[in-house]
Nanobody, 128 residues
């Protein structure tokens, strides 16, 4: 499984960016894709997740109302639209995939350790 994150850059506070995460080689029919953020000297924290259908999403409190996660099932790409960016949104953004068993209860996690596959990260810098 490969994930390719892109779309980061330098933006002023209040601006917008859209991150993309292209996935390939996936064999699981059920899975979550998450965006995580790691600021300098800090742990990698969850930002948002979306399920394999695209009808269930989660947002960290710090980004609710400003970020939107979505997916294109044709291209197998997950997007993170980031609006009203703040300097505290600065960090390396990673997309990750948590594959699930084909059958049984769906388990969701906001922990980075639960996600098996990771993209290379894309840097977002928000200037004040």
């Amino acid at each position: 499984v490969q994930l390719q994150a892109s779309g980061g850059g330098l933006v002023q506070a209040g601006g917008s960016l859209r991150l993309s995460c292209a996935t390939s080689g996936r064999t699981s029919s059920r899975y979550f894709v998450g965006w995580f953020r790691q600021a300098p000297g800090k742990e990698r924290d969850i930002v948002a997740t979306i399920n394999w259908i695209g009808d269930s999403t989660y947002y960290a409190d710090s980004v609710k109302g400003r970020f939107t996660i979505s997916r294109d099932n044709v291209d197998d790409t997950v997007y993170l639209q980031m609006n009203s960016l703040k300097p505290e949104d600065t960090g390396v953004y990673y997309c990750a995939l948590d594959p699930l068993p084909t059958w049984g209860a769906v388990r969701w996690s906001d922990r980075a350790s639960a996600y098996d596959y990771w993209g290379q990260g894309t840097l977002v810098t928000v200037s004040s």
